[in-house]
Structure formats: C-alpha cells, structure tokens
C-alpha cells in the first residue's frame, strides 16, 4: 500500500506547526512566562528552543522519514537486529491515547467559551459572575461532556477524510485563520491605554526580577516550555516525518516549525500582558489566566463581546489543530499496526476516545473527590504522565535511538537530516566532532535535568 504524502510543502509546515502549537504557547506560555517574572524568561525559553527543541525534533522527523512508517514500525524498520527499541514506540502510542484523554476537554472549553462570548454571555457581567462561569461549565457534567463529544466528532470526521483531502485541506485554513487572528489580536491589544507597561514586562529581561523568582527556576520553567511546546517525544512529529518529501533538510525544516510555533508563542503574550496592564489585572494568575482573569479585560473593553469571541476561536483553532494531528498518528498506528482500513480505524478510536475522555471531564463534578495521582484531579494526573514522563523520557530515548551505535546511529541520522535542500549539519572536521559530543552528552544530561526537575 502506497504511503500518503503532504500535497505540499506548505502543507506540512502548517500541519507539524499546527501540532505543535497548542494549549502550550496560548494558554501555558503567558501564565508562566507572568510567573516567571516576564523577559529573562522569554530569552531562556528562546535560546532552550534553539539548543534543545531544533536537534530532538529533527531527529524525530529523521525517524519517521527514513522509515516511512508510524512509532512502533518506524523503530522496527531502522533498529539494529535483536534489538528491542520499538517497545518504546507502544509507549508513544500510549502517550498520544493520553493526551487526548484530557486534551479534549480543554479544547472543549474553548469551544464552549468562544459560543458564550459569541452568544453574548459574558455581556455586563460583574467579575464575580465571570469567575462563576467557567465554575458552573466545570461543575456541569452535562456541558462539559457536549463540548469534549463536538470536539472528538469534528477532529474524527476531518482525519476520515485522509491525509491530503482531510487533515492538510482544513488545518491549512485553520492555522491560516489563526495567524490572521493572531495578528489582529496583537495589533488591538498593543493599541489599549498603558499597553506600553505590559510590553515592557513581558520583553525587556529583568534580571533583578528574575532573581526575585529565582534565576534557576526560572531557567529550568523555559527549559521546560520550550520542550513541552513542540509535543516531543510521543512520536507526535514523527508521523508527519513519514509523509514528507527528501527535498529539503530535517533542519531547516525543523527551525521552520519552531519558528512558527515560537511566533505564535510571544504573540499570544503581546496579546495578553498589554491587555492585563491596560486593565490592572495580574498577569501571573496561573492557569485561571485565560477563563478567568482575560474575561474580565474583554467586558471592560470596548467591543470586548467582538474580542472575547475572536480570542477564543483563536484558541479553539489553536488546541483543535493538535487535536487533529494526534487524531491522525493513531490512526496512522493502528492502520499500519493492525491492517486496518482508514474507516474501521477512525470508527474504533472515535468510540474509545469519547469513552476514555470521560474520565477528565467527570473530575470535575461527579468524580471530583477521585486523585488518582499524588493527590492531583483526573486532568493533572493525565497531564502529568504525559509531560513530565512520556515527553522527556520518549526524547531522551529518541536521541539515543539517533546518536548511540546501539541504536540506528549518528552517521545514518547526520545522512537522513541533511538529505534535500537547505540548512545542513556539518558532516565533517572539528564542527561535527563538536556536535556529535553536544548530541550525545550535553543534550542527554539537559533532559534528564527537566525530567528530575519535573519530577520533584
């Protein structure tokens, strides 16, 4: 059977980007960037995207386009003989089943979010009654479960449709729409009385207030997001390494897709800090940034029920294009693991994400009393699992897939990365001797250092 490819270049970049771009840059990337006391963190998060992100996702790419196959078949395909490194690929899948089990409540609330300030809800509401909102969708196991089935039937019918007709032709539009919102947002945003302040807090680097947070904490949360930003590890970039073209090299492209992902990221904050300067509201408020404090700022603003509405179908585009892309590496796996058709494949998971997902969206009415995980609700137990465990332990044992002699090896990797036009990693002399110890000591050690930090 003839594997399916991108029908452009295009088309790929905004379908790994898309990926990529989640929760992560527009929901995370603000609150902790405000906790982390704003531009000191921003650099850091740069310069960890640059050093770590760039290397570990071309890898992945790497695996999946010499093989041409999904997680577990790709490893099986370039593994050494006897070798067991496709177990690793079993637990990819395990992680992509995961991070939907959660990941489509969220977008979920998004979605539901976007209708009510659509609808008008949110018109002259005190701030009491705005916190009261995202209280009673969360207590409301009905709601919840409406937004989480819309979420899981929509991003099933677009990937029943292929690769090309279905996840290409919408994400194309979708991400398209959301680098225009994007923009839109900024430019509104940056336009508000005093939004000069909330610049200034979010770009300029600070060191006396990174101190005050802690310089190394803070180092070690941009370490953090700059990884967790780009989905690695769970063979979520991999995938659409296996429906690429040779023409162009795993690194640029790789910078490509950080690039797009990294823009969305600091725009989301230019969206967001001038807002909450511009109104006095705190911009470290944590996760309740989004549903609760933004809120409040779109009700002051003028036009905010036009605003409010645009930003969180810019969030709902944002979380449903990674919705989507994961969708399609399941199906990708149990296609190519199990024979199955296209059809059957979409129709199994459709009925086991829906029932799996449950879970989560009861953890916050029904089963609110159940912490399944060092005392944390359904969602951050899942989330844990995924982040701070499957994400950098699945990177780790990529790397060393790619850089050990034990696994497919750094010559065969260099070979793959470098195949096609543009930006390429020295091949010989003292650069790539060089780039070969960064590879496989200095990377390994920077993970294993967000991996225990995760974990404490």
Known sequence: MNRESFQSRLGFLLVSAGCAIGIGNVWKFPYVTGANGGGVFVLFYLLSLALMGVPILSMELAVGRASRKSAVLGYKALEPKGSKWHIHGWFCVIGCYLLMMYYTTVSGWMLGYFFKFAGGTFTGLEAGAIDGVFGAMLSSPTEMTVWMVLTVLAGFLVCSFGLQKGLERITKVMMLGLLCLILVLAVHSLLLPGAAEGVKFYLLPDFGRAMEAGLGSVITAAMNQAFFTLSLGIAAMEIFGSYMSKDHTLTGESVRICCLDTFVALMSGLIIFPACFSFGVEPNAGPALIFMTLPKVFVNMAGGRLWGALFFLFMT??????????????????????GWSRKKAVLINCVFILIASMPCVLGYNLWSGFHPLLGKDVLDSEDFIVSNLLLPIGSLVYLLFCVTKWGWGFDKYLAEANTGSGL???????????????FSVVLPILILVILIQGLI
């Open 317 to 338: 585009f944002a979380s449903f294009s990674t919705v989507i892309a994961v969708f399609e590496n399941l199906l990708s796996s149990c296609i190519d693991n199990f």
């Open 424 to 438: 390429k990693l020295p091949e010989k002399g003292p650069a790539r001797t060089a780039m070969k110890f960064y």
